[in-house]
């Protein structure tokens, strides 16, 4: 099945810096999402951005879906930013919506 | 209502019980899903329901694990017999997807607050 690979791990920062993070696929998809959890577990939806790129406020994201990876960038970063972004994308060979998700970014942003 | 709501948040049970889990999706929203994540880990798909049928139940861990869907709606995920290895969050989704063949942002799958499972 599809391989979802995120970088870094963890990720340390000091509040006011910028940020990558990155997710690999190893196929096509139909359809790919970030998400933040917040430290109580509430999965909140950042992007629906299978391909092109997006702004939200301080958070952009961009999908090269021909090269199999995605980008989301968070600058200027808050301490309501901590908490876990993961990558999850829908296969293009599946017949279902079923989202397959990276193992996530783990982010503590410091005050 | 405005979001995807489940119930109930925590459930402590022993080894052995059976558990009913239950999700009330974003009203009008056709697409339900049910997924798992363990302690520090990423989330798994469970089953994924288009009304009320079940059209892929390929990640349903094992027989003692069933989920059902009524008027289109409300959803429960039954776990029978539970083992501690059962313990973790159990979170549902809901879109409003067009179909195979019409791709777009409503495929977008929001997630409800969860519930916490603890088998003793």
């Known amino acids: 099945g599809i391989q979802v690979e995120q970088s870094p791990p963890d990720l340390i920062l000091q509040e006011g810096a910028n940020s990558t993070l990155r997710c690999n696929f190893s196929?096509?998809?139909?359809?790919l999402q970030w998400f933040h959890q917040n430290p109580w577990g509430q999965l909140i939806n950042l992007f629906y951005i299978p391909s092109g790129t997006k702004q939200n406020g301080r958070l952009s994201a961009t999908t090269v879906a021909t090269e199999r990876y995605s980008l989301l960038y968070i600058s200027s970063s808050q301490t309501t930013d901590s908490g876990v972004y993961f990558c999850?994308?829908?296969?293009?060979?599946?017949?279902?919506?079923?989202?397959?998700f990276g193992s996530g970014t783990r982010l503590l942003v410091r005050p | 209502g405005a979001g995807v709501s489940q119930s109930p948040s925590n459930k402590v049970t022993e080894k052995g019980k059976d558990v009913e889990l239950r999700c009330d999706p974003i009203?009008?929203?056709?697409?339900l899903y049910w997924y798992r994540q363990s302690l520090g880990q990423g989330l798994e798909f469970l089953i994924y329901?288009?009304?009320?049928?079940?059209?892929?139940k390929s990640g349903l861990p094992s027989d003692r694990f069933s989920a059902e869907r009524t008027g289109g709606s409300v959803s429960t995920l039954t776990i029978q017999r539970t083992q501690q290895e059962d313990s973790a969050v159990y979170l549902c989704?809901?879109?409003?997807?067009?179909?195979?063949?019409?791709?777009?942002?409503?495929?977008?799958?929001?997630f409800g607050p969860g519930t916490r499972l603890l088998v003793l």
């Open positions: 329901f288009q009304g009320n049928s079940a059209p892929d």
């Open positions: 009203s009008g929203h056709t697409a």
């Open positions: 989704a809901s879109s409003s997807p067009l179909g195979l063949a019409t791709r777009g942002p409503l495929e977008t799958q929001y």
């Open positions: 999850a994308v829908e296969p293009r060979m599946d017949s279902s919506y079923k989202l397959i």
């Open positions: 196929d096509s998809v139909n359809n």
